[in-house]
């Protein structure tokens, strides 16, 4: 495999221990998947925070979200009959899937891109109601006719779907509830329309019939969507066996819609790799990488609170219109940057 990423030297750009929990009781185990865009001269993070109690010898702690927005904290056994406890992101007990943390959304900002810190006046983004009693995830940013979407993962035990909230200052946001029910994820929206509707990436995903693949949607008011089509599958045997899903808004080129996406195998190793949609019929794929353009490779990547993972949400296209800036999250712990040539991306597209 070719890694083409050149990464930063500052990586990782921010840990744990670099913002304080929300609240008592509570430590930051995990900064994940920033969502990226760019306001008032500066560039942002929407950064997802995940946290849980300090956790004790012989017992597994970890917060949830009420449906008044008050926290509880569930405090099991280890030895506990009817808990399972492999995943170090997903516990069983008593039947129930619980988030080992609750994971809410900050913001930070950065004149240079590397250097983040956490402004004053700006809210953190809760879980809110009865479909978020398990945290928000991994929010995604466009910036489309003077608006910000903020397309994120609403988790509760009534399972995981895709929320919407939109702004136009970052201090006052619309709440527009789920727009993509439950099982579904990974939600992109074109930065610009096409023939006068916004589309969208997603992921539904099945454990009987299908799998975890990408899919686009169009909508005439960017709520309510429909005219579903599944336009990337997994392949058996490659990096991008297990599951796909999209990272960031689509990049527009003069070939195509270029989308960078997140692949994992039965192992679990995420990678990143890249395919191009036509631009006025973006449910046709044009090419698609065979080999990941990202894998992991640096320390911070292979070791971490789930290690062997490169995931991403957010990037910034530089003015030299080649350049581009890559935020992503590095062993489901830290944040970190990587900058990727458009054209030597491009240059990699097989077509399909």
Not at 16 to 34: K, M, Q
Not at 190 to 217: Q, T
Not at 247 to 257: M, Y
Not at 277 to 282: G, I
């Amino acid at each position: 495999m070719r890694d083409i990423a050149h990464r930063f030297s500052e990586n990782p750009l921010l840990l744990p221990s670099d913002l304080p929990p929300s609240r008592e009781g509570l430590e930051i185990s995990c900064l994940l998947n920033p969502g990226v865009f760019q306001f008032q001269n500066k560039i942002w993070l929407a950064v997802r925070v995940a946290e849980r109690p300090k956790q004790k010898e012989n017992t597994i702690s970890f917060p949830i979200l009420t449906h008044t927005g008050s926290v509880q904290i569930i405090e099991i056994s280890k030895d506990h009959p009817e808990l399972i406890a492999t995943d170090a992101r997903v516990i069983n007990y008593q039947g129930k899937d619980y988030l080992t943390t609750l994971s809410h959304i900050r913001l930070l900002c950065s004149e240079d891109g590397k250097n983040f810190y956490e402004p004053k006046d700006y809210p953190q983004l809760v879980g809110e109601g009865i479909l978020e009693t398990f945290g928000i995830e991994d929010c995604r940013v466009t910036f489309i006719e003077e608006k910000y979407y903020l397309t994120f993962t609403s988790v509760s035990d009534n399972g995981v779907g895709v929320g919407l909230r939109t702004t136009k200052d970052w201090k006052s946001f619309e709440k527009h509830g789920m727009i993509f029910p439950a099982h579904n994820k990974d939600c992109a929206i074109f930065e610009e329309k096409i023939n006068g509707l916004f589309y969208a990436l997603h992921r539904p995903s099945s454990v009987d019939i299908g799998g975890n693949y990408i899919w686009i949607a169009s909508s005439p008011d960017g709520i309510h969507w429909g005219n579903h089509q599944c336009i990337i599958k997994t392949r058996k045997g490659n990096w991008d066996s297990k599951r796909v899903g999209a990272g960031a808004a689509p990049i527009k080129t003069e070939k195509g819609w270029l989308e960078i996406y997140h692949g994992a195998n039965e192992a679990h190793q995420y990678c990143l790799g890249a395919f191009l949609m036509d631009l006025q019929n973006p449910s046709k794929v044009i090419a698609r990488t065979e080999e990941p353009i990202m894998f992991p490779k640096a320390e911070y990547e292979l070791s971490g609170f789930f290690g062997n993972v490169v995931f991403t949400n957010g990037h910034i296209l530089e003015p030299n219109g080649d350049t581009l800036r890559v935020y992503y999250g590095a062993s489901d712990e830290f944040v970190c940057g990587a900058t990727f040539s458009v054209k030597e991306i491009l240059s990699l597209l097989k077509e399909v």
